[in-house]
């Protein structure tokens, strides 16, 4: 392998070196990313870039400085190793007398591929059951995938000990370090196939201090899964997806002593703690007629069911979905949505809760440059009785419905483009509960308008936007309305586009009837600058007016003034480059 190196003997450059070989001396900690054999092999052997700049923002307000730093100024230095593409970020930071400086820490992953064999080695994750496994772990493991046979096998930790001082007051809650080992074999093709699942987890009880050990109980698992597809026919197919889990809260617990618990002490003791659970779901899958594509799924989950190779899992509960999609004429694209769910499947609950979500949706072009869509979306929650009777005065009974209509015009033409859009939207959130109906508080009702239009001047690369919004929104003895209106407008200048400007004027009129109003005017401009990709000017300023226009006030005008101004500089650097012959140079500017 043939091999180049670019220095750069600038004062800047200078500075930097000095500054890595201080980081070389001091920092031994180190992040390896995930690596192909033969990506590492075509490599570079060794990058180094980065970037230094600077920000710096004014702030005025008419109302006292509170809530924000009148003058803020930072510095920072950015700089990334790359060693046969393993990258390795070091950052600095300073700000009004702050400062933070930053390095890798200890995180290895590596992950080599030959044909159809993967290894994994440190910080990883292997595709599993959601029911099973879903988070990553460090340790090793290899997968094994070609057209139909799929087998894979690992082992390591799930998660580190916290193992605080007991006697220091804000110590964290302490948790045991957590180990794992997994296996799954699948054999089949994308419409017909069959995988199986094994999780083996356990704390050790040993990670943590013995003063620790009376505070958070140590647990262990077993999971074992299974999930298959099967497609009979060419336009319907079945997949299942379940689990079982055994599982103890508390290690320490006596185990069982009979002859159905004496059937598992080979992989797991049966403990007065232990418990087991059932997960899963099914789903049918249909291509009718018409362009008719449908999909039926049920979903339960015990109450309790755990895995410790999961992250936080809701249980004790059943649902059932349906959505179906077609297009019609060609032209027309309806879609709709539906579920259901309900908990308190052992019925051990206070109270049952049962939840609906359904939606339809329709879309279609008129011509080349009409379009139209409407969503509806509604949502009910009811509460019945679990072990108690539920008081009708506090009864959860409840419905949200949402309806929205969005027209869009566009137009594009050799020097002009045009596009106008328009949203209607309504939404109402009731109480159904017919008790508490005629005294009930959150009761709302909001209507909203959006209006939007945009200019594309082609000869000139400028880009001029109009847009407006009503809201309004009536509850329990209250009414609220609120008018914004905008105008924008950016332009890229000079033949490589490396100066933009942008500008925008808006107006905010907000009400809240026999209570308040008040109104607000402001302004936005920012001018940046690239100069040869490597350096970036930025300059941006704001201002606001604002204040209580309501007559019946003792202050009725524009009395407060909001300004913020600020400078930034840029600069991206290549420091050293050591190449494979044939590479392509960098862009330090990405």
Same mark, same amino acid.
């Given at each position: 392998m043939t091999t180049t190196m670019v220095t750069n003997s600038s004062p800047s450059s200078r500075m930097m070196a000095m500054a890595l070989a201080w980081i070389v001396c001091h920092c031994t900690f180190v992040t390896a990313s995930a690596q192909d054999i033969a990506s590492i092999a075509k490599s570079d052997p060794l990058i180094m870039t980065g970037s230094i700049g600077t920000a710096n923002t004014y702030h005025y307000t008419s109302v006292?400085?509170? *809530?924000?730093? /009148? $003058?803020?100024?930072?510095?920072?230095?950015?700089?990334?190793?790359?060693? =046969?593409?393993?990258? @390795?970020?070091?950052?600095?930071? *300073?700000?009004?007398?702050?400062?933070?400086?930053?390095? /890798?820490?200890?995180?290895?992953?590596?992950?080599?591929?030959?044909?159809?064999?993967?290894?994994? #080695?440190?910080?990883?994750? @292997?595709?599993? +059951?959601?029911?099973?496994?879903? &988070?990553?772990?460090?340790?090793?493991?290899?997968?094994?995938?070609?057209?139909?046979?799929?087998?894979g096998a690992f082992y390591g930790k799930l998660r580190s000990a916290i193992n605080d001082d007991p006697t220091d007051p804000s110590a964290r809650k302490p948790q045991y370090r957590r180990m794992g080992w997994g296996f799954k074999v699948g054999?089949?093709?994308?419409?017909?196939?069959?995988?199986? =699942?094994?999780?083996?987890?356990?704390?050790?009880?040993?990670? #943590?201090?013995?003063?620790?050990?009376?505070?958070?109980?140590?647990?262990?698992?077993?999971?074992?899964?299974?999930?298959? &597809?099967?497609?009979?026919?060419?336009? !319907?197919?079945?997949? !299942?997806?379940? %689990?079982?889990s055994l599982f103890s809260t508390d290690t320490r617990a006596e185990k069982i002593q009979d002859d159905a618990a004496a059937r598992w002490d080979q992989v797991f003791d049966v403990r007065y703690s232990s418990m087991a659970r059932f997960a899963g779901d099914a789903s049918l899958s249909l291509r009718l007629p018409l362009g008719i594509n449908a999909n039926v799924c049920y979903r339960m989950i015990q109450p309790d069911y755990t895995s410790l190779g999961t992250y936080y899992m809701s249980n004790n509960y059943h649902s059932l979905g349906i959505t179906a999609s077609t297009i019609l004429l060609n032209k027309v694209s309806l879609s709709g949505t539906f579920s259901g769910q309900q908990d308190n499947l052992t019925n051990k609950q206070l109270y049952t809760t049962?939840?609906?979500?359904?939606?339809? @949706?329709?879309?279609?072009?008129?011509?080349?440059?009409?379009? #139209?869509?409407?969503?509806?979306?509604? *949502?009910?929650?009811?509460?019945?009785?679990?072990? @108690? %009777?539920?008081?009708? +005065?506090?009864?959860?009974?409840?419905?949200?419905?949402?309806?929205?209509?969005?027209?869009?015009y566009m137009l594009d033409t050799e020097a002009l483009g045009h596009s106008l859009s328009m949203t209607l939207n309504a939404t109402s959130n009731k109480d159904n509960n017919s008790y508490t109906e005629s005294v009930n508080h959150s009761n709302v009702t909001t209507w909203a308008l959006g209006i939007n239009y945009g200019l594309n001047v082609k000869p000139w690369q400028t880009d001029l936007a109009l847009t407006f919004s009503h809201q309004q929104t009536k509850g329990y003895r209250s009414k609220y309305r609120s008018e914004v209106g905008t105008l924008s407008a950016s332009r890229s200048f000079f033949e490589e586009k490396n100066l933009h400007l942008n500008a925008s004027l808006s107006i905010c009129y907000n009400e809240v009837e026999r209570q308040s109003k008040s109104l607000s005017m402001g302004g936005d401009f920012s001018l940046g600058y690239t100069?040869?990709?490597?350096?970036?000017?930025? %300059?941006?300023?704001?201002?606001?007016?604002?204040?209580?226009?309501?007559? +019946?006030?003792?202050?009725?005008?524009?009395?407060?003034?909001?300004?913020?101004?600020?400078?930034? =500089?840029?600069?991206?650097?290549? $420091?050293?480059?050591?190449?494979?012959?044939?590479? /392509?140079t960098p862009d330090p500017s990405l």
């Open positions: 006292g400085d509170g *809530y924000a730093s /009148p $003058l803020s100024n930072t510095i920072y230095a950015n700089l990334n190793i790359s060693l =046969y593409g393993i990258s @390795m970020p070091f950052s600095f930071y *300073y700000s009004n007398d702050n400062t933070s400086f930053s390095y /890798p820490n200890i995180s290895f992953n590596l992950t080599p591929t030959y044909k159809n064999w993967t290894g994994h #080695i440190g910080q990883s994750s @292997m595709a599993f +059951s959601p029911y099973v496994l879903n &988070m990553s772990w460090s340790g090793v493991g290899l997968e094994y995938n070609s057209d139909r046979l799929r087998v054999y089949g093709s994308n419409s017909n196939y069959i995988d199986l =699942y094994l999780l083996r987890a356990y704390d050790r009880q040993s990670s #943590i201090s013995e003063e620790w050990r009376s505070v958070v109980a140590p647990q262990e698992n077993i999971v074992v899964g299974l999930k298959g &597809m099967v497609t009979p026919l060419k336009w !319907a197919s079945f997949t !299942a997806n379940v %689990a079982t049962s939840g609906y979500v359904y939606n339809v @949706m329709a879309s279609t072009r008129l011509g080349n440059h009409f379009n #139209i869509s409407a969503t509806y979306n509604g *949502y009910t929650q009811k509460q019945s009785d679990g072990t @108690m %009777a539920v008081n009708d +005065s506090n009864r959860v009974d409840r419905q949200l419905n949402s309806f929205s209509l969005t027209p869009t100069l040869k990709k490597v350096h970036t000017f930025s %300059a941006s300023a704001s201002f606001n007016k604002y204040g209580d226009v309501n007559i +019946s006030k003792t202050r009725s005008n524009l009395d407060c003034t909001d300004i913020t101004c600020s400078l930034n =500089y840029a600069y991206t650097f290549s $420091l050293l480059e050591i190449k494979r012959k044939g590479s /392509p």
